[in-house]
């Protein structure tokens, strides 16, 4: 966590206007994370990982993402072929790549949203002889060009109620085709892509998981209900600059998300999963994402006409909660978010 902080206050804070308005986050940035171990965070000791516990990972997501949106995203999308391979009983796969990622000598990615979408599958897999084969489109893959392999989903099955994880390598081929990286109004030097699946095959060596669709909804509805630990990192960032300039507005905040943040760790750590939790937790969610969006707000309106420069961290940091706003989006978390804005208008 200390060597988290201070990499985010010596190197990822001065420099994140600029790798926010470039093309991409800089490798050195991922290699100094790599080499402060940061890439093994959550990883299985057995294959070099750190096995760090959740107080310690929201600690360094908070770090992290209070200092640079797009380094933290990059490298947070790293952690999701880590989880994924860590509980694979594809062994061959695990010891094949869980040490490079732990070590952080491959980045990893994940391809997996559009399982969240109702409606037809984005990506269809079918059985052929020896694995897979993958057609479809997956609308969101970050750190292409960046990551050397991505964990993508697809529907399997009749009716597409089945769901499997494969390992892709990251590189264009005649199957799979990424889009130009995408211009977004936040996250840009993610590289963000659009990736599309033609007769893409895939070997069952590569095969990292299988699941009924329903039970993958099941643990989705878990995970996503859960504290986003950037939200409070970002919303920290807002606050401790604006304290430069309103130190009343800015301690009024501070104590707002110091009470969300200890109120939502408190009832993620009860580890229960029944509806009434899930639902308070979602509520949870919802108010900490409007706090980083008046976090920022805030200080954008203390800052005045030099706000909207791109060169200053209030604009950046009010497009980054946006972008917080609808990532890991779900039905309960929007409909809670909805809800949330518009009751401040009463
Ligand atoms: C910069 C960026 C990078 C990203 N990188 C990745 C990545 O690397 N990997 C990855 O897997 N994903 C990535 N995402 C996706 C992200 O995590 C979110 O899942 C996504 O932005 C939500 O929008 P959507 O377009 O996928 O889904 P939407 O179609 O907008 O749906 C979001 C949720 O709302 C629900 N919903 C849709 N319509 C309604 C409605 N009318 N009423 C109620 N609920 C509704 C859906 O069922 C779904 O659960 C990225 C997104 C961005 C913006």
Excluded: K
């Excluded at 470039?22 to 402060?36: D, K, Q, S, Y």
């Amino acid at each position: 966590v200390a060597e988290a902080r201070r990499l985010a206050a010596e190197v990822l804070e001065p420099a994140a206007q600029e790798v926010d308005r470039a093309p991409a986050v800089p490798a050195g940035h991922l290699r100094t994370l790599a080499g402060a171990g940061l890439l093994g965070l959550a990883g299985p000791p057995s294959h070099g990982g750190h096995g760090a516990p959740a107080a310690v990972v929201r600690e360094v997501f908070e770090a992290l993402a209070g200092a640079c949106g797009a380094t933290f995203f990059v490298w947070v999308q790293h952690h999701a072929p880590v989880r994924l391979l860590a509980g694979s009983p594809n062994t061959g796969l695990r010891d094949r790549l869980l040490p490079g990622l732990c070590a952080g000598r491959d980045l990893g990615g994940v391809a997996f949203a559009h399982l969240r979408r109702p409606g037809a599958p984005a990506l269809q897999a079918r059985a052929v002889p020896g694995g897979l084969r993958v057609d479809g489109e997956a609308p969101w893959v970050t750190s292409w060009g960046l990551a050397d392999v991505v964990a993508v989903a697809a529907r399997a099955g009749a009716g597409g109620d089945q769901v499997v994880f494969f390992a892709l390598p990251a590189r264009a081929t005649a199957h799979v085709r990424p889009s130009p990286p995408l211009r977004l109004a936040a996250m840009s030097a993610t590289c963000t892509v659009r990736l599309a699946f033609d007769d893409l095959r895939v070997s069952e060596a590569d095969v990292i998981s299988e699941s009924s669709l329903a039970d993958w909804q099941a643990r989705d509805r878990v995970a996503t209900a859960q504290p986003n630990a950037a939200v409070f990192g970002l919303a920290a960032t807002a606050a401790r600059l604006l304290a430069e300039r309103d130190a009343g507005a800015a301690a009024a905040l501070e104590e707002e998300r110091a009470d969300l943040r200890a109120q939502s760790y408190g009832l993620a750590d009860e580890g229960r999963e029944d509806d009434a939790h899930l639902a308070r937790l979602v509520g949870l969610r919802a108010r900490s994402l409007d706090l980083a969006v008046r976090a920022a707000t805030a200080l954008v309106a203390a800052t005045g006409g030099r706000a909207m420069d791109l060169s200053h961290p209030a604009q950046r940091l009010l497009r980054e909660a946006a972008f917080y706003t609808i990532q890991a989006q779900t039905r309960p978390l929007r409909e809670a978010t909805l809800a949330r804005l518009v009751s401040r208008g009463s």
